[in-house]
């Protein structure tokens, strides 16, 4: 079998990437959300480079590209392109990813709300309680949910007096500021006081049946970080993630977390802004956080999210991926993928579907075609048994959503 085409196609706003073969066989795989129309160019930018190859032989294909990424957001093309990959060698043996990464140790994956939240009216210890209550009754029956707090939670922007530093975050529609300007400084007393108040605010709401996790840099100190990380103790905080370091942060910086995460009960957390197995070599074997959380739209794909995973696992460290803006295909691909981890997995963060069409498109998730709260039960996330990524596009459905550019995306 042999690539004859890449193709990258943005429906919308989700970037989607197509493989074709000579033996009609073809694979879908997703680049990370909001990353810019550009992201056609800079999957095509690979075509050349993988035309002719055996896709079936994925390692050996991926070699030729997987050097020629970065860090996020430039990761993102190369893992869509393996992703497609191991749809196409799934289909092409007719068994599910997960067979060709070793095969399930689960059935169901836990997955924490993620992309499901609701939004707080303003950043005060009565809102989290609100937002922290309402996500509780979910019908998904979330075990774990994550809250934003901190730099992470805008209070850098919202929070008047927070910290000893000039509010310059521009605000994107449905983006974080730090993609453009990354606010970062030292809290002021008061500051630190809130960001506490509002996760035992939370707590209080969620007492010890689901577990909290708390989204809130980068752009925390090192002291600031250590300070709550000590000052939630009481409360058993799931995972503090990417406080000094994190997101769209261009290195991994062991050495900083080495200053929080020995001295703590807290657990530290971080690693989604991450390209590659190599780069979270130091993290791991120093042992300088307590779970890491690569995206496997930016670190390399899912099979380099199984070997973190396992190296992981041998230096005691948890795993807890990040996942939000994937999409559908993006979170088929991390349910074939959650399945084989060791069980250092905790769980990972849910992607939905946006505009709400896309659950039309694909099909074969699990839960009730048409009923998308039914993918997710009690927490969990069913691990389908069909070829590939275990889902289908339904083109002719798809094709209605093309932009003109795209137009050909399907032949
Ligand atoms: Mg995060």
Request: proline content about 7%.
């Amino acid at each position: 079998m042999k690539i004859t085409d890449l193709r990258c196609a943005i429906i919308g706003g989700q970037p989607v990437i197509r493989i074709k073969t000579d033996e009609g066989v073809d694979g879908y795989g997703s680049a990370a959300r909001l990353r810019s129309a550009h992201i056609r160019w800079h999957v095509e930018y690979y075509r050349d480079l993988i035309l002719g190859s055996d896709p079936t032989d994925v390692e050996r294909t991926m070699l030729k590209i997987r050097r020629l990424g970065a860090f996020k957001p430039w990761g993102s093309s190369v893992s869509g392109i393996e992703v497609a990959l191991w749809d196409l060698a799934g289909k092409a043996a007719n068994v599910p990813v997960y067979k060709l990464l070793g095969g399930k140790v689960r059935d169901r994956v836990r997955v924490y709300n993620g992309a499901i939240r609701t939004p707080l009216s303003a950043k005060n210890p009565e809102d989290y309680a609100e937002s922290s209550a309402r996500m509780k009754d979910l019908p998904q029956g979330f075990t774990i949910i994550k809250q934003a707090i901190s730099f992470h939670g805008k209070m850098d922007a919202e929070v008047p007096d927070y910290y000893y530093g000039d509010n310059q975050g521009v605000s994107i529609p449905g983006m974080h500021p730090s993609p453009s300007y990354p606010n970062r400084g030292l809290l002021t007393e008061k500051g630190f006081n809130h960001t506490v108040n509002c996760v035992v605010a939370m707590k209080e709401v969620l007492g010890d049946e689901i577990g909290l996790a708390l989204d809130c840099g980068p752009g925390m100190t090192v002291t600031d970080t250590l300070k709550l990380a000590r000052a939630l103790e009481p409360y058993n905080i799931m995972w503090l993630e990417d406080t000094v370091r994190g997101d769209f942060s261009p290195s991994v910086d062991p050495d900083l977390f080495l200053q929080i995460t020995p001295h703590t009960t807290t657990p530290i957390h971080t690693g989604e802004q991450i390209y590659l197995r190599e780069n979270f070599k130091n993290l791991i074997e120093q042992k300088a956080v307590n779970i890491i959380g690569p995206d496997p739209l930016d670190v390399g794909g899912i099979a380099e999210m199984k070997w973190i995973a396992q190296y992981a696992d041998l230096h005691g460290i948890l795993f807890a991926p990040h996942g939000i803006g994937v999409g559908l295909i993006g979170l088929a691909a991390q349910i074939q993928a959650a399945a084989t981890y060791p069980d250092n997995f905790i769980a990972f963060e849910y992607s939905t579907g946006r505009p709400d069409w896309w659950y039309d498109i694909v099909q074969g998730l699990p839960g009730l075609q048409g009923q998308p709260e039914t993918i997710v039960r009690d927490g969990f996330v069913d691990v389908p048994d069909r070829p590939g990524l275990g889902i289908t596009l339904d083109v002719e459905i798809a094709q209605q959503y093309l932009e003109s550019e795209d137009k050909d995306f399907f032949e």
